[in-house]
């Protein structure tokens, strides 16, 4: 198309009449895979940066290799080092590369901001803010939240601020903190009133809402033991709650609902809170965007509501941070005293114990039945177990195998569905079964003597001898169509 005129070319427009993509588009004879295009992000070619196009660009003209003002010509080339304009407001990217490298972050962040763009149909702000909740930002070191050497008048003023210490925190998804270097690094003598600082200095310095200047931190712990599985919210003086779960939900389970409490009460309490979690795995869960399991879809939910005033924050366990080891300790004592009792809404939990429980009634069954097939397989063991070349048998000498083994056929269990009685032996006046035709009817003696294993035991133990020999032996006995 040019000057909204067709022109011929090697390509095929192809218009569909609906909002949803086909997976597949017939073309002729071919099945063709179909996918939604994802345009190249919008960059200006006039300053190289992104978010606006070229004809509404007021900036000066920049060099495409140093990223200066525009001093070379058509003829001539920049022999400055190489510098990109879009990378160099980030510290932790590395930006000696040139504006128009496709390895550049800043190009990747915005071909990826994109993609989300048209694949969620959603606005520039709305993936933007989906790729921050993807990416946790970690900018802050753990060294920061370890250390000691803060002065005495900081965190007296850190208590002047906090009236009371009570509950947890809750950070967005896209503000969720992650400290990568917890495993190089063993803390020393940690301080909570350090981690409450900092974590106060972030709530006052990044928001501007009319929320009450109190702030609170929280702690969060979930615990599994023999006794049943239980959460519990703690600050550093007090238990706000503790409940129990039932006996088949996981760690990871009860985690998360403890977050899920304590993002429930910061709410309730219309104050600024920073809910505290050694959880990383928790963390990461709600911080995945495509994860939509009960739990974190609706701690999502409450953070994207209450951005301003409720944050998440991950602290390492077991470093003496005194709210999170009050938090560890009353969810492992939660089963000494009466508390409240929580369902649990994982679905994946309780799928896996209902697996469990029919995987233990089945074992209950086989155990106490005296079935025709437990006696031949008492280790429940298939066809697939065994060593049996597909060229040496056909299939249909496997189905009647098959049968022999089961117990069941045509000629044994035709009868209920006919509803008649059940067949009789003539010879021996009994009912028919497959152990009696194999083994026991003396009418067969003679081709089972020429047919059948001396062992009768193992005659319907699966390898090629067995199979062959006791389809000749039914074949002998004109049945081997009634099996």
């Given at each position: 198309m040019k000057n909204n005129i067709l022109q011929e070319s090697g390509l095929i427009t192809v218009t569909f009449g609906s909002t949803t993509l086909p997976e597949t588009l017939m073309i002729g004879y071919e099945r063709v895979r179909v996918r939604p295009h994802i345009p190249r992000p919008l960059k200006c070619r006039n300053c190289l940066k992104f978010g606006h196009p070229t004809k509404f660009c007021r900036s000066p003209k920049t060099c495409s290799n140093c990223s200066a003002e525009a001093h070379t010509t058509?003829?001539?080339?920049?022999?400055?080092?190489?510098?990109?304009?879009?990378?160099?407001?980030?510290?932790?990217?590395?930006?000696?590369?040139?504006?128009?490298?496709?390895?550049c972050p800043a190009f990747i962040k915005q071909k990826e901001i994109t993609t989300i763009k048209t694949l969620q149909k959603v606005d520039h702000k709305t993936a933007t803010r989906i790729y921050n909740m993807r990416h946790i930002h970690q900018s802050t070191p753990y060294s920061k939240i370890?250390?000691?050497?803060?002065?005495?008048?900081?965190?007296?003023?850190?208590?002047?601020?906090?009236?009371?210490?009570?509950?947890?925190?809750?950070?967005?998804?896209?503000?969720?903190?992650?400290?990568?270097?917890?495993?190089?690094?063993?803390?020393?003598?940690?301080?909570?009133?350090?981690?409450?600082?900092?974590?106060?200095?972030?709530?006052?310095?990044?928001?501007?809402?009319?929320?009450?200047?109190?702030?609170?931190?929280?702690?969060?712990?979930?615990?599994?033991?023999?006794?049943g599985v239980s959460y519990s919210i703690t600050t550093d003086t007090r238990i706000i709650k503790t409940a129990l779960l039932p006996a088949h939900s996981s760690i990871f389970t009860a985690e998360v609902a403890a977050i899920y409490a304590a993002c429930d009460y910061a709410v309730s309490q219309k104050k600024r809170f920073v809910i505290c979690s050694d959880s990383l795995s928790s963390l990461q869960s709600i911080a995945n965007i495509s994860n939509q399991s009960f739990y974190t879809a609706r701690i999502r939910d409450i953070l994207n509501s209450h951005q301003s005033y409720i944050k998440l924050l991950w602290i390492p366990g077991h470093t003496n941070i005194t709210g999170n080891d009050t938090a560890d300790a009353a969810a492992k004592e939660a089963h000494l005293f009466p508390q409240l009792y929580e369902n649990n809404y994982n679905y994946k939990d309780t799928q896996l114990f209902i697996k469990q429980k029919f995987?233990?009634?089945?074992?209950?069954?086989?155990?106490?039945?005296?079935?025709?097939?437990?006696?031949?397989?008492?280790?429940?063991?298939?066809?697939?177990?065994?060593?049996?070349?597909?060229?040496?048998?056909?299939?249909?000498?496997?189905?009647?195998?098959?049968?022999?083994?089961?117990?069941?056929?045509?000629?044994?269990?035709?009868?209920?569905?006919?509803?008649?009685?059940?067949?009789?032996?003539?010879?021996?006046?009994?009912?028919?079964?497959?152990?009696?035709?194999?083994?026991?009817?003396?009418?067969?003696?003679?081709?089972?003597?020429?047919f059948l294993p001396s062992n009768p035991s193992e005659l319907l133990t699966p390898n090629t001898l067995n199979i062959k020999a006791s389809m000749n032996f039914l074949k002998a006995i004109k049945l081997y169509h009634a099996i």
């Open positions: 058509e003829d001539t080339e920049c022999d400055k080092p190489k510098f990109c304009i879009n990378c160099k407001y980030d510290i932790n990217n590395q930006f000696n590369h040139s504006p128009l490298d496709k390895t370890t250390s000691t050497n803060q002065p005495t008048t900081t965190v007296n003023e850190a208590q002047k601020t906090t009236s009371t210490q009570a509950p947890t925190s809750t950070s967005t998804n896209r503000q969720l903190r992650s400290y990568t270097d917890i495993m190089d690094h063993q803390p020393t003598t940690s301080s909570k009133r350090t981690v409450i600082e900092e974590m106060e200095t972030e709530i006052s310095s990044d928001s501007t809402t009319t929320i009450p200047k109190k702030k609170m931190t929280e702690s969060d712990h979930g615990s599994k033991s023999g006794h995987k233990k009634q089945f074992a209950s069954l086989w155990e106490n039945t005296s079935d025709h097939y437990k006696l031949i397989n008492p280790n429940k063991l298939s066809l697939k177990n065994y060593n049996i070349k597909a060229n040496d048998i056909n299939r249909q000498d496997l189905i009647k195998f098959s049968r022999l083994r089961l117990g069941h056929s045509k000629l044994t269990h035709e009868h209920i569905i006919n509803k008649q009685a059940a067949p009789q032996c003539e010879r021996c006046n009994t009912s028919i079964t497959i152990k009696h035709i194999l083994l026991e009817c003396p009418l067969f003696l003679s081709e089972r003597n020429k």
